[in-house]
T-cell receptor, first 114, second 114 residues
């Protein structure tokens, strides 16, 4: 069965510092992987997705993630944090190539200190 | 504007009083889903639909019903709500058929059952 684990329910960084949010998955077949962001009182917005093309995926707002099959990981990074990056981030996996079902991680809340 | 809409956005009700949360998308998407979001648990899928008149259970379907009579609408029905259904609910849609893999989320409905 598929599952997603996000390490750290809360991450705090200083403005300008590297952002690293960790995601590990389990899947019996090559997965499709996603990172979503949720700003306060809003729905989820897609940051980036991996669909078996390039292993380094670039997303919106300067975020990127690297698919590492050997480590079953899909960590999210951003070189320099901005105050506006404060939000909750969700990693998700799908074995369904039609986007019908997503399995989400528990979420990581990112705080950015001035 | 392409979007997923949900109504109501906020709802407070009492145990046992039937309620319906509506969901509509204007993108002609085939797939639609309902998720609930609870702290520390991420998002969990309640039901999904791959097309009109085709629905299937997700991971936490107990206490919920859905219907898909039209492609654009996917209402969530709580026949007899209980306090453990207090949660934040999201509707999502996806194009399906391998065109795109991500899901597009509505703004959410915060439900409180007393």
């Amino acid at each position: 069965a598929q599952s997603v684990t996000q390490l750290g329910s809360h991450v705090s960084v200083s403005e300008g510092a590297l952002v690293l949010l960790r995601c590990n998955y389990s899947s019996s077949v090559p997965p499709y992987l996603f990172w979503y962001v949720q700003y306060p009182n809003q729905g989820l917005q897609l940051l980036l997705k991996y669909t078996s093309a390039a292993t380094l995926v670039k997303g919106i707002n300067g975020f990127e993630a690297e698919f590492k099959k050997s480590e079953t990981s899909f960590h999210l990074t951003k070189p320099s944090a901005h105050m506006s990056d404060a939000a909750e981030y969700f990693c998700a996996v799908s074995e369904d190539n039609q986007g019908g079902k997503l399995i989400f991680g528990q979420g990581t809340e990112l705080s950015v200190k001035p | 504007e392409a979007q997923v809409t949900q109504n109501p956005r906020y709802l407070i009700t009492v145990t046992g009083k039937k309620l319906t949360v509506t969901c509509s998308q204007n993108m002609n998407h085939e797939y639609m889903s309902w998720y609930r979001q609870d702290p520390g648990l991420g998002l969990r899928q309640i039901y999904y639909s791959m097309n009109v008149e085709v629905t299937d259970k997700g991971d936490v379907p107990e206490g919920y019903k859905v219907s898909r009579k039209e492609k654009r609408n996917f209402p969530l029905i709580l026949e007899s709500p209980s306090p453990n259904q207090t949660s934040l609910y999201f509707c999502a849609s996806s194009p399906g058929t391998g065109v795109s893999y991500e899901q597009y989320f509505g703004p959410g409905t915060r439900l409180t059952v007393t």
